[in-house]
């Protein structure tokens, strides 16, 4: 299996875990854009970057992070190690943290996330 079908299988797996939580889901089909997937519940869109075998990069996530909040979204990655999948709202960083930005869990069942905490 080529890094292309396996990054396209990782995306079809998201789509459907979001379909399956009440998500309508549109996927940018090889678009290599900022967002795989677009998902929209109960007034909310997400903005959806799929990382498999590799973490989005501070450059990534600004950028989804800045399209997303541009245009009313939520900005969602979702990263794959080994078996499991990790959900992420991308958020401003507290004010005197050295990242701009930093990750909440994101829930598929909830329109938003809130809280404070970071990817691992």
Not at 83 to 94: D, H, S
Request: charged letters at 20%; aromatic letters at 12%.
């Amino acid at each position: 299996m080529t890094n292309y079908t396996r990054g396209r299988a990782f995306e079809y797996a998201v789509r459907d875990k979001l379909i399956d939580a009440g998500w309508y889901c549109l996927r940018a089909a090889g678009s290599h854009g900022v967002a795989d997937l677009w998902a929209m519940k109960r007034g909310v869109c997400a903005w959806v970057q799929c990382k498999s075998g590799k973490e989005a990069s501070n450059k990534e996530a600004k950028a989804l992070y800045d399209l997303a909040t541009h245009y009313g979204g939520v900005p969602v990655l979702a990263e794959r190690t080994g078996r499991k999948t990790f959900w992420w709202q991308i958020v401003p960083a507290m004010a005197g943290g050295t990242e701009p930005l930093t990750y909440v869990p994101f829930e598929r069942d909830a329109p938003l996330c809130g809280g404070m905490g970071g990817r691992p």
